[in-house]
């Protein structure tokens, strides 16, 4: 009974203590519903975070626009007013990589960044090191053409 008012991890490790997995029967009979998930815990975490200059960010839009570098999309055609001005700066060497070298910031200018749109964004650093904008560019899939 007291079961199903604990959350997913602690049933997860229940069960793994238990040598019961997330399908056992076990944890069906005990009144578990395995289709209701936990979310919104308030969780409090110390992190350390990159400070970005905003004067970097609008002389590479002067000197590379607004369209993503790699896939051309641009904000302000999908979503007009709402989208206008918007663009990602992606650092083209990794800002974790650079800290490495330097706690105390360095010198950096537009050519060292370039715009990208949300998703190349995202796409770039879902690999370490994060991909080239080349290899991204050669990974996207491109709608065929329809005849009109």
Same mark, same amino acid.
């Given at each position: 009974?007291? =079961?199903?008012?604990?959350?997913? &991890?602690?049933?997860?490790?229940?069960?793994?203590?238990?040598?019961?997995?997330?399908?056992?029967?076990? +944890?069906?009979? /005990?009144?578990?519903?395995?289709?209701?998930?936990?979310?919104?815990?308030?969780?409090?975490?110390?992190?350390?975070?990159? !400070?970005? *200059?905003?004067? +970097?960010?609008? #002389?590479?839009?002067?000197?590379?626009? +607004? *369209? $993503?570098?790699? $896939? *051309?999309?641009?904000?302000?055609?999908?979503?007009?007013? +709402?989208?206008?001005?918007?663009?990602?700066?992606?650092? =083209?060497?990794?800002?974790? %990589?650079?800290?490495?070298?330097?706690?105390?910031?360095?010198?950096?200018? /537009?050519?060292?960044?370039?715009?990208?749109?949300? *998703? $190349?964004? &995202?796409?770039?650093?879902?690999? &370490?090191?994060? =991909? !080239? =904008? %080349? #290899?991204? !560019?050669?990974?996207?899939?491109?709608?065929?053409?329809?005849?009109?």
């Amino acid at each position: 009974m007291y =079961l199903g008012k604990l959350t997913n &991890r602690m049933i997860e490790i229940f069960g793994a203590y238990a040598g019961l997995n997330a399908t056992s029967t076990g +944890l069906e009979k /005990a009144g578990v519903d395995l289709t209701v998930f936990q979310e919104g815990e308030q969780l409090r975490r110390e992190r350390t975070f990159f !400070s970005r *200059n905003p004067k +970097l960010r609008e #002389e590479a839009i002067r000197k590379h626009g +607004l *369209n $993503c570098t790699v $896939c *051309n999309f641009d904000f302000a055609t999908v979503y007009g007013v +709402l989208g206008a001005g918007y663009i990602e700066m992606h650092h =083209l060497e990794s800002v974790s %990589e650079r800290a490495s070298k330097s706690t105390s910031g360095w010198s950096i200018s /537009a050519e060292d960044v370039r715009p990208l749109c949300a *998703n $190349c964004h &995202r796409m770039v650093h879902r690999r &370490r090191p994060p =991909l !080239s =904008l %080349e #290899e991204l !560019s050669k990974l996207i899939v491109r709608a065929p053409q329809v005849a009109g």
